[in-house]
């Protein structure tokens, strides 16, 4: 019969809970700082992973919101652009800070590209056949 948790059994769980969700240290760095093995943080991780993966989720989220304010501040700016004709070096900050975020978001593995919308379909083509007059037959 497997023992229970060591790392469940702790009086300062929670402490070794907040590290390890909040994914700063590395499993050996947060091992050595409470006295355990490596694999028995991995283990005691499995016994938290709903809150490991609420926080992933929960970073998720905020970074999504970052890029669609950073998308509305980068129309701001477009749109001062336009108007003022300069603000480039503006409109690159904001391309190098979505950029930024995209890579956050695709170390988190949640950063999928929005496809391109598919194209407008061609107009109907509209074909007529016309009969040749009887006498051109042969």
Do not use: N
């Amino acid at each position: 019969m497997p023992s229970e948790c060591i790392l469940c059994r702790r009086k300062d769980r929670s402490c070794v809970d907040a590290a390890i969700i909040a994914g700063v240290q590395s499993i050996r760095t947060i091992a050595d700082q409470y006295g355990v093995s490596h694999q028995t943080v991995l283990r005691h991780r499995e016994h938290i992973k709903d809150l490991v993966a609420k926080r992933a989720e929960t970073e998720v989220e905020a970074l999504w919101r970052r890029l669609f304010e950073l998308e509305a501040q980068y129309e701001e700016i477009r749109e001062l652009a336009r108007e003022a004709g300069q603000l480039s070096a503006a409109i690159s900050a904001m391309r190098g800070k979505q950029s930024l975020l995209e890579c956050r978001l695709k170390a988190l593995g949640a950063f999928e590209p929005r496809p391109a919308p598919p194209p407008e379909p061609p107009p109907p083509v509209e074909v007529q056949w016309f009969a040749a007059p009887a006498e051109e037959v042969s």
